[in-house]
Every structure is written in structure tokens, then in C-alpha cells.
């Protein structure tokens, strides 16, 4: 898939260090690696870390299902956390489950090895 120079990050994304591993038609897998500046007081990858990594990665999706020429904007999402992180890499995959004209449905898991560590489901509006 091409991709116009410069549409994948954001300054948000670079500030958390997400880095993009997949992007492909309605599917995108971005990872992010638990720095200290991450961390919780309990000293775990925090909640709000795990939420805007899962964010960016399904709007990521939306981007390809819908073309980077057109904006989504989150209006809707729902997390569950199954696990915490200690340290290491997460992964999070996400995927377009249903593109219509105005908005988009978008399923995301988060993963650090096999091992799932939150679920999220979201709602996106086309633009």
C-alpha cells in the first residue's frame, strides 16, 4: 500500500514512541515499547499509554480502509485491560470490522508476546 509521506505518524504517536509494523487495506499493527516515561505509579505500562497506542492504531486503520485523503475522529471507544506490563514490547493490531460512508467500526487487540493484555472495540466518523 503507498502511503503519502508524513500521514502515518503524528507528533502524539513520536512523544509516546509508537512505531508502525503493518499497514494494510483496514488493518494496522503498531508497536510501542514501555519506557519509564510510561509507567505508572505501580511502575506498569499505564492504562492511558495502552489506550492512545490502541487510538492511533485503529485510526490508522480507518485511514487505509477509507484513503488518507480522507479525516476519521474517534467519537466512540471501549477498552477492556486483561493483563498488566512490567516491561518490554506490546503489540497492537487493529482492523476495520465494518467501513460505511459516515462511520467506521474498528476492533483492536493488544498483545506483549502471545499473551493478550487489552481488547478494544471503537467507533470512528468519516470526515
Known sequence: M???AGLTQSAFSELIGCRLQRLDQGVADVALTLEPKLRNR????HGGAIFSLVDIT???ACSSAHGFDQQSA????KINYIRAVDDG??????RVVHAGRR???VEADVYQDEKLVAKAQGTFAVL
Open 42 to 45: 505501580a511502575g506498569k505500562l
Open 74 to 77: 474517534t467519537i466512540e471507544c
Open 2 to 4: 503507498e502511503i503519502p
Open 103 to 105: 462511520t467506521l467500526v
Open 89 to 94: 514490547d506490546v503489540l497492537c493490531t487493529s
Open 58 to 60: 485503529m485510526g490508522l
